[in-house]
C-alpha cells in the first residue's frame, strides 16, 4: 500500500510561483509513475504532469508545458511539482497520483493512478 500526502498549495497572484510537495510513504519500485492532477470548480479532474518513479519519463499537458516542472527526489520518497508563471486558470485542488501497473508507459489517465492523496489548493488571483 501507498500513502500520498500533497503540500505547498496557497494563494500566489498572476504571474508568481508555487512548489507543491507531495510525500509518498509505503513500498515503491522504480517502474511505478507519479502524476499530478487538478480539478477547478465544476470540472472534470485532469492530467498536468507525470514522470517515473526512476525520474525518466516526465509527461505534461500542454497548457503547462515551460511553465511546470515535475521532478521526483526518491532518496526522500518525494515528488514535486515546480509552477511558474501561474495564470488564474491553474486554480483548482492539485492532487498527486500513483498509478502501480508494471511493464506500462507513464499515462496521462486518470483510471490509470490507483492511490490518491488528499489534495491541496492553489488559487492564482488576477
Known amino acids: 500500500q501507498v500513502q500520498l500526502v500533497e503540500s505547498g498549495g496557497g494563494l500566489v497572484q498572476a504571474g508568481g510561483s508555487l512548489r507543491l510537495s507531495c510525500a509518498v510513504s509505503?513500498?515503491?519500485?522504480?517502474?511505478?509513475?507519479m502524476g499530478w492532477f487538478r480539478q477547478a470548480p465544476g470540472k472534470e479532474r485532469e492530467f498536468v504532469a507525470a514522470i517515473r518513479w526512476s525520474g525518466v519519463g516526465k509527461l505534461y499537458v500542454d497548457s503547462v508545458k515551460g511553465r511546470f516542472t515535475i521532478s521526483i527526489d526518491n532518496v526522500k520518497n518525494v515528488v514535486y511539482l515546480q509552477m511558474n508563471s501561474l495564470k488564474p486558470e491553474d486554480t483548482a485542488v492539485y492532487y498527486c497520483a500513483v498509478d502501480r501497473r508494471i511493464g506500462s508507459a507513464v499515462g496521462t489517465s486518470r483510471g490509470a493512478y490507483d492511490y490518491w492523496g488528499q489534495g491541496t489548493q492553489v488559487t492564482v488571483s488576477s
Open positions: 509505503g513500498r515503491t519500485f522504480s517502474s511505478y509513475s
